[in-house]
């Protein structure tokens, strides 16, 4: 990372949050596209088999299957398919719930664009083609892909959200990820009952689009996320969770919805709050 690099990001961040309104960088213009509330830059519009359609179809499967995902956060910790494993406590149930609830339904945000104005901005995605022949500015989403993935606070190899603005970037490896998975894909559970845990290595549910996408939205879309925070991605380590990292840990959101998506039903308790009710 170079100090260059961060002042850079920066510039492009208000530029392409306000470019949302504006439209005014012309490669953005010649590849938009939208699913709803959500925008796409760069990301092939109008040609089969690219991120824009691959996107189209995962933007609505995503609404779909968040559909089953907030009927399930009503139940709160009577659900049988992981909310008390990835949440622990009904008092956080409106919460979880209103997270989901605006990334079903994109809802715009309010982000600061510069001397004390506020911009209300769609969602949107960026995608970094490799090899695509283009400005300064798409060169240089490609290579915030694949070189310096540190440089972003939170980053990830099939997308990353830089904090504070109103895009998620994605990269090449999202695309080689299938839509959604099968339960064949969750956790192995190992022990009994309230010794439950999910097995090492049994992370497979998280990879797929509709997990990837999820999880940038979540950033997105979480104004809880304390500053210093260090997310936390294994399973196991997510039900180890207290209930207020993990409602500003992603990979939780994540691990809930997608064990819902591939229909899971097996989870570890987690260790506040055990089959007897009490606190261990
Ligand atoms: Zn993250």
Known sequence: MTWNRVITFQILAILISA?????????????????GNYVMYLCGSGRPNSPASMLQEVLPYMW???????ADVKLGTASQRGYRSFFKTDENKQYVQAIFQAIAEGQLLQRHSGKNTDS????TFICAIPGIEGSATTKWFNDFCV???????????????????????????????PTGLTADSCPDVIGRRSRRRFSPNSDGLMRSQFAGVLHELVHLYNPFEEEGFKETYTIQDLVDLNATDSLQNPQNYVA???????GCDLFPLSPTATEDGLKH
């Open 147 to 177: 070189d310096d993935a540190d440089f972003a606070r939170t980053h990830h190899t099939a997308a990353l959200y830089e904090p504070g603005t109103n895009f998620v970037v994605l990269c090449p490896p999202m695309w080689n990820l």
């Open 256 to 262: 809930y919805a997608a064990g819902i998506q591939a």
């Open 64 to 70: 779909r299957n968040l559909q089953d995902v907030l």
């Open 120 to 123: 209300v901005l769609n969602p």
């Open 19 to 35: 470019s949302v309104k504006a439209d005014f960088i012309p490669e953005f213009q010649n590849d938009r596209a939208q699913s």
